[in-house]
């Protein structure tokens, strides 16, 4: 009997089953940069960096947590791992974090966007923003614009956004980026936050064409992190008893965030979104060049970023 070919956009269901790529490619001397490496997917990343002799770069908002994967990473690896404190729903905190890295790391050879979160119900920042808008894209994409020239001094170097298959939820609406007017639903307050990451990843790899720097998304796989663990007791319990039980170990989430970052063939694909380290065709709403230059623009302001001429 034939196989049925899936379209392009559902590929993401076959892409869960299939062999993922790999690579033993050494990482000895590269600096890394990591959000959300206290837990899940950024922690499996920075476990697997360290493995292939990466100095590491853990920024995160738990330094005590920070602290004791340091120490666990140092008894059995000899490379770097320093820790810089921010807080991803504060974006002075993300500032303050750009400019120690930019003081104390003459070269960033790679920066890993993997602090994210998922909640049920809408809440602010102290800035005013959605929270899970804020921490999945806000932060993120203003820590990459603030390292840009840093990293392309560095160059080769590359960024990934670890980002979801959520995206597919949609739920970005440009006239409520802050959910104001519109019933709040977890699922979509996601996936607006990761289409937003898309959308402006597609725009930093055109303007870091030629420039040595690549930018990528990517789905980390279906595995079983710390993610939704804030939200309510029903939740939680839907979460562990059923969820957790289809999920897989982060463990394939940082093998694959290591090839996306080391893998030779990569060296100069950019604008690209992976699941896994499959090549996969995102949902046609993350592909909106004209939606996403819209986007770029209100995440400068809402950033506190000089605009574009
Ligand atoms: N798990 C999956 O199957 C899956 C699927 C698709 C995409 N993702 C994406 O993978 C990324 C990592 O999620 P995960 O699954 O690894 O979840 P996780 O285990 O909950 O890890 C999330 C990380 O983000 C950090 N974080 C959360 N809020 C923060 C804030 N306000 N400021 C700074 N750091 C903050 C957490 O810090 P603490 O340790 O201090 O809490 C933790 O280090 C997210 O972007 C998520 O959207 C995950």
Redesign the pocket.
Known sequence: MTKRKLPEELKFIENRQAVQKTTTVSMAGKVCVV?????????AAVKRLARGGAQIVMV???PG?AEAIRTEILSQHHVGVDIIS????VLDDVRKAADLLLKDYPRIDVLIN?????STTRTTTPDGFE?VFC??HL?PFLLTYLLIDRLKQSAPARIIQ?????HRFGGLDLNDLNWERRHYMGIRG?GAS?VAQLLTTWEFADRLKDSGVTINAM?????????G?NNGPLYRWYLHHIIWRT?KD?VI?GEAVFYLAAAPELAEVSGRFFHLTIDEKPAAHALDREKGRKVWDRSMEMTGLIPDP
Do not use: Q, W
């Open positions: 959000s959300g490496s206290t837990s899940g997917v950024g922690l995160c908002r738990n947590k921010a807080d991803f729903s993997s602090a994210g979160l998922h929270t921490v999945n932060a670890v980002n979801s298959e959520g996601y990761k789905h980390p796989g279906d595995v079983k992190t710390n993610i663990n999920l982060p989430s």
